[in-house]
């Protein structure tokens, strides 16, 4: 089609309710507005933002100068003309619409393609993302860490344990710690979450104060060999930096990690479904890890940091694969 000048319909609607005028209200209601304006010129087109396509509803200008025109006729005074977008737009095709009928069906268009870009997306960012974490593991130069928390099931913001699990890709060591907190020594978890803060299996448990645990976890993770190398790594990494940070861990600015990855977002991008969430137990079975003693912050940080580096090792599901799973 020719070079036109478009404007994206919902932001024209904006402009002109945002004067608050009662007639101008009533001129868009979608029932009179669709039905009293079939000869105006709809288009659909998509725009390209941040590297995500958006399917949008336009008009050309002479629709938008029609409109100005009766809106200015209706209320009796002088409107401000809505300025020129400057935008391209792709695949630009013309549609009718003249009902409120017909503009439901093509929002529900719009709202359909405009998902399916942003779950496309996020799995693209996601798959660059697990990329990412292969190439780091291949260089040999990064110290992985895996953190997890257990807190007390009748209130979260009661710290019970806290694990971590650390690989050096350098010398490919593991080492492993799991401490409990003494200030909820009398707090034992049983009825929704099984208590298993004496299962830790990888070596001993000490018994700190938080303030403690978090000076323990940051000379771990803040020495010469770690400094500016660290990656932390989690299943839900977000929620355990939080608690980190509760501890008076100074996450970002003292431990300094070159990079976050989350495993259960890791494996949602290998089998092509961005929102799909497993939790730890589960996919542990479902990969083959082998694993005991889950829910105790130790075990849980080490089978955690070995999830992270078998996804590293997996290929992507092609996507008959993911349809089947």
Known sequence: MPEVQLYQYHFVVKQWKGIKNAKIEQFFNTSYFFAQHPT???????????????LVLLLSEDSVKSIHTELESITSSKLPMIKGQNVTYKKVKSTFIDSSQAFTKINKEIKKFNKKSKADNKLRKMKE?????????KTKKYFFVAVDVESYERDHSCILEVGWSMFDSKSEKFMDRHFCATEYKHLKNGQFVPDRKDRFI??????ESLKQIGNEITKDLTGENENGNVVLVGHDVQMDVKY???MGVNVKEVIKPVEYFDTAEMNAARVGKPNQRINLGKLLDELEIENYCLHNAGNDAHYTLCLFLELCRLPLQSPEESSSD
Do not use: H, P, R
């Not at 105006?40 to 958006?54: H, Q, R």
């Not at 993302?129 to 593991?137: D, F, H, P, R, Y």
């Open 40 to 54: 105006l010129e709809f288009f659909l087109g998509i725009e390209s933002k941040n590297n995500e396509d958006y």
């Open 129 to 137: 993302n697990w990329e990412k974490a292969q190439n780091m593991v």
């Open 202 to 207: 990888f070596g001993d448990t000490v018994w």
């Open 244 to 246: 980190l940070e509760s």
